[in-house]
């Protein structure tokens, strides 16, 4: 039997239905618990959080490194395609720069 995939997400993606979907395709669970305004946390629910927040940093600091760095705030044209391929040419001198770096490591 081959292994599970997982699907990350964050707390904006909390929902019974999402939840239920996942366990319907056979997909792990990787979503972040949210609080709800009379309900905190289990105990076992942060433990969650905790591990899918490890995985999530990696990624956000992608993103973040995106933004600050490369000023991927707002896109400057109109159009997924125009706006798909800004991304990639971000991604690739990110890439790029990043791999130039452990290079020199």
Avoid: Q, W
């Amino acid at each position: 039997m081959p292994a599970k995939s997982y699907i990350f997400a964050d707390k904006g993606y909390a929902s019974k239905a999402n939840r239920e979907t996942l366990f319907g395709l056979r997909l792990k669970d990787a979503i972040m618990h949210k609080a709800a305004r009379n309900r905190e946390l289990t105990d076992l629910e942060r433990l969650d959080n905790r591990l899918v927040s490890k995985v999530h940093a990696i990624v956000e600091r992608s993103f973040g490194t995106l933004k600050r760095t490369y000023g991927f705030v707002r896109s400057r044209y109109v159009g997924l395609a125009k706006v798909e391929m800004e991304f990639f040419l971000h991604a690739m001198a990110f890439n790029l720069k990043k791999g130039l770096r452990l290079a020199l490591a």
